[in-house]
């Protein structure tokens, strides 16, 4: 798979904090600024209790390309 190629769901970011595919609630762990980047960041919704693995770049989230 090439380099920077996402084809995995995309996250929703409102107000800096990604929404929760599941429940739709903000996930506060971390704000998600334009310059924003991590890899393999592990993400625990508070409400719902799901738990995601996601690549943040230039402030877009996905799922993460990583194997676990």
Not at 28 to 34: F, K, L, S
Not at 36 to 60: H, M, P, W
Request: net charge positive; glycine share 6%; with cysteine.
């Amino acid at each position: 798979m090439k380099e920077g190629t996402k084809t995995d769901r995309m996250y929703s970011i409102k107000d800096g904090w990604i929404i929760c595919p599941n429940c739709r609630s903000k996930m506060h762990g971390i704000r998600v600024t334009p310059d924003t980047r991590a890899r393999n960041l592990e993400l625990r919704c508070e409400r719902c209790k799901a738990e995601y693995k996601l690549d943040i770049d230039s402030g877009r989230c996905f799922d993460s390309q990583r194997p676990d």
